[in-house]
Nanobody, 119 residues
Framework: QVQLAESGGGLVQPGESLRLSCVAS????????MAWYRQAPGKQRELVAS???????KYADSVKGRFTISRDNAKKTVHLQMNSLSPEDTAVYYC?????????????WGQGTQVTVSS
């Protein structure tokens, strides 16, 4: 029923940019928080950035000044603009939402999109 469709990942050279997108669909009543996580090989999943319903944002220290998260409430979409990418940014990036679905508040995850930055 509920789906988070991620797109925008790929292979880029250091210093280049990518823009990730995530579209939520299904019987959604309201999306409270939208966020991006990432998991690199051999490492734990970590929060990259989040954005609340009112627009407040948070970023991991490692991406501040390089990444920008935004959302379009009407389209139930969240974006992550990633600039000045480095090999350390290589990971599977996951869309995450905290939202009401059929009037129940829960946490949802996308399937992930691969970002690879060559060195």
């Amino acid at each position: 029923q509920v789906q988070l469709a991620e797109s925008g990942g790929g292979l880029v050279q250091p210093g280049e940019s990518l823009r990730l997108s995530c579209v939520a669909s299904g019987p959604i009543n309201r999306i409270e928080i939208m966020a991006w996580y990432r998991q690199a090989p051999g490492k734990q999943r970590e929060l990259v950035a989040s954005i609340e319903d009112g627009g407040s944002t948070k970023y991991a220290d490692s991406v501040k000044g390089r990444f920008t998260i935004s959302r379009d409430n009407a389209k139930k979409t969240v974006h992550l603009q990633m600039n000045s990418l480095s090999p350390e940014d290589t990971a599977v990036y996951y869309c995450n939402t905290v939202m009401y679905v059929e009037y129940a508040l829960n946490d949802y995850w996308g399937q992930g999109t691969q970002v690879t930055v060559s060195s």
